[in-house]
Nanobody, 124 residues
């Protein structure tokens, strides 16, 4: 019953914007740390942004360009991506964990228990 479903991916030109959505079911996003991760061609999966009790975390390369937000009423997490660059091209996945140990911080994929299938973002 626990599901995370991403949407909003697609193609954008460099400098453009996209907004990704992650709709959760089977649990409340308000009681979890939520994260966005991405994996580009030939690259390792990396943590993009996380939201935990109102605190936001970002990888260095997206600071000032991407914004993570949460709508508890809709049980949805968003990733607003502005000033897109070709290097942002990747499969973006949403993830959640109720109680993280945080050995490696909130952008570590190993902390997260629930994962969505992902949505593709292509920037040309």
């Amino acid at each position: 019953h626990v599901q995370l479903v991403e949407s909003g991916g697609g193609s954008a030109q460099a400098g453009g914007s996209l907004r990704l959505s992650c709709v959760a079911s089977g649990f409340a996003v308000s009681d979890h740390c939520m994260g966005w991760f991405r994996q580009g061609p030939g690259k390792e999966r990396e943590g993009v942004a996380a939201f935990d009790y109102g605190i936001k975390y970002y990888m260095e390369s997206v600071k000032g360009r991407f914004t993570i937000s949460q709508d508890n009423a809709k049980n949805t997490v968003y990733l607003q991506m502005n000033s897109l660059k070709p290097e942002d091209t990747a499969m973006y996945s949403c993830a959640a964990v109720s109680k993280g140990i945080w050995y490696d911080g909130r952008l570590s994929p190993y902390e997260y228990k629930f994962w969505g299938e992902g949505t593709q973002v292509t920037v040309s």
